[in-house]
């Protein structure tokens, strides 16, 4: 590629890479006869993204791999560039963020990054240095933060010359407040005058520890008083028994794939960018509930479920057209996940009478309550929408019944 590269396209200013194994993706900022090194000069844009899977994943582990992550951990990058002006870039760890805003690259004026981690290394020192040429920054980490203050909001007062800037943060583990439009008046925009476009989904949670006064969703909407220019949403929720809150903030439109632990408080909308959705509440999911939530995410590709509380009216409405049944349907859905749920709930997705799915999707439950919804894989009533399914087994199971093999999709059944 290198060779190509450098004889064909001598005046090269864009580079996008895909798809490049893991030790390579490294190589390019470490190596000192790569491409990247010999073209540091001339590229303005470059974007990497390595995976570690081509084609139809076969065996149980390659289901949960994903976009392989550039991590440098303490081999230091040692390229320099005085031409790059964008980078997109998965990392692993915020360290590997704060590497390549070094100054190493002191003419950048975009960076996207998506950091799987936000945990960075004991020793590990902050730079202060301003990045004065940043005009546009994205930052996308889904991985529990516990170092918003020390090290996103201290990095973020570098670029006091932004122009645009998007968070999509969750969760944020707080320790008193949750992350409302005062939060963000006065740590972010303060500090950037320049700023004029900023979105962002933020989710922050807080420890329940007795206390007194615990904000309302109409006390965060009015936090955004003075956001004038955009639409803010706000949800809050407290689980008592898991003795916290949370709280969701988000600008719209709403951008990202992702809408995390969705309660029966949902504001609803319609979100056609949001392909990975995961319920959560301490209270029951009634069916109306996912009739809401297959209409406000029409392209949903995997759902996850965690309930523990069975529903209280298990009947499902009819439609006004003829009496017929009112069936919710997932036409996009490929991955279905159930973590400690009520077997009610898997039991709505099993019944072709309540739920239409597609054929192909990977199901990931426990054993016994399949064997129990299904009255041990002879219940007809499930039998359809079994049929379309990979089952996932998570748990040992040393004889299956008798008739296990034959009430999926595949005979191809993982066990771990």
Known sequence: MKRILCATYPILSGLGIYNIEKDT?????????????????????????????????????????????????YLLPTVFSSTLLELRVKVTSVDDCLF????????????????????????????KEKLPNLRCFSLYCFSEIRFYDNIIIRLLHRMSNLEE???????????KKFIDGNNLKQNIIDYMPELNQFGFSIH????????????????????????????IISC??????????????????????????????????????????????????????????????????????????????KQYRKSNNNNEDLLIRYPYLKYLDFKQTHNDYIEQFLLDTKTCLPYDIVLFTDFKSLQ???????RNATRVNCSKMRYICLDRISRFPKHFKNYFLDKEIHVV
């Not at 129990?372 to 002879?378: K, L, S, Y």
């Open 25 to 73: 993706d490294l190589d390019i900022f470490t190596d000192e006869t790569s491409l990247m090194y010999i073209l540091k000069n001339q590229i303005s844009s470059l974007m990497i993204e390595s995976s570690s899977n081509q084609g139809r994943p076969r065996d149980f582990h390659s289901w949960f791999s994903s976009f392989q992550r550039i991590s440098f951990g």
């Open 100 to 127: 390549l805003l070094d100054g190493r690259f002191n003419q950048l004026r975009a960076f996207y990054v998506d950091i799987a981690s936000s945990l960075p290394k004991s020793n590990f020192k902050i730079n």
């Open 165 to 175: 800037l998007a968070l999509y943060l969750s969760p944020v583990v707080c320790d």
């Open 204 to 231: 922050s949670t807080i420890l329940l520890k007795d206390q007194i006064d615990l904000p309302s969703n109409e006390d965060i909407e009015h936090s955004f008083k003075d956001f004038s220019n955009n639409k």
């Open 236 to 313: 809050v929720n407290y689980f008592f028994e898991a003795k916290y809150g949370a709280c969701h903030i988000y600008s719209c439109p709403y951008l990202i794939p992702t809408y995390q632990n969705i309660s029966n408080n949902f504001p609803g909308g319609l979100f056609r960018y949001v392909s990975a959705v995961s319920l959560f509440d301490e209270h029951p999911f009634e069916y109306e509930f996912f009739i809401q939530i297959a209409q406000s995410f029409p392209f949903l590709k995997n759902l996850t479920i965690t309930n523990q509380k069975g529903q209280n009216n």
């Open 372 to 378: 129990r919804v299904t009255h041990n894989f002879t």
